[in-house]
């Protein structure tokens, strides 16, 4: 892996003036191989493209496993979102057609709901003009990073009270 500037070089996106346009700021180390390149980034919208690899082929055919469609599908739900702390909390996902090897995905991902923390955000994913995947994906803005939060005591009781979301 490059050292850490060359890193954080490589993770820059040049947007212009256009403030329909903003910045990157969640899921800045997901490997764009894996999971979709960003295409637009707006306010509540991204597009992004998957190009699929030999390494997420299911079969001698040429098959591409849904898991990385799913995931693909989740990056942009997450960078429609775009808050720093955003995490997933459910989905629902429909395959609708079947991607095969050298087939490049395009991801369309609008948040349609907020309130709260909480956002919904549908996600399509077309190969040329099939749609191949759509999904609704319900997420969450925690205060701090989902990682650091505290939220079960020693007995694995909410420490709130509530529902952990």
């Known amino acids: 892996m490059a050292n850490e500037e060359e890193f954080e070089e490589e ?3 040049d947007y212009n003036e256009n403030e329909k346009e903003v910045m990157l700021s969640t899921h800045e180390r997901v ?3 894996l999971c979709g390149e960003v295409l637009v980034l707006e306010r509540g919208y991204v597009e992004t493209r998957l190009r699929t690899i030999s390494e997420m082929v299911a079969d001698d055919i040429g098959l591409i496993h849904g898991g990385f ?3 693909a599908a989740d990056y942009a739900a ?4 775009n808050e720093r702390n955003v995490v997933l909390v459910a989905s629902n996902c429909q395959f609708l057609s079947p991607v095969k090897f050298h087939d490049e995905v395009t991801f369309v991902a609008r948040v349609r709901h907020k309130e709260g923390r909480k956002r919904n955000v549908n996600v399509e994913g077309h190969v040329l003009d099939i749609k191949v995947f759509e999904g609704e994906f319900k997420t969450v803005v925690t ?3 989902v990682l650091k939060l505290h939220l079960l005591d020693e007995n694995g009781d909410n420490l709130k009270g509530g529902p952990i979301v």
Do not use: S
């Not at 997450?78 to 979102?81: D, K, T």
């Open 69 to 71: 469609i799913f995931g």
């Open 143 to 145: 205060e701090r990073h």
């Open 31 to 33: 490997n764009p191989d």
């Open 78 to 81: 997450m960078l429609a979102v």
């Open 11 to 13: 993770l820059h996106i």
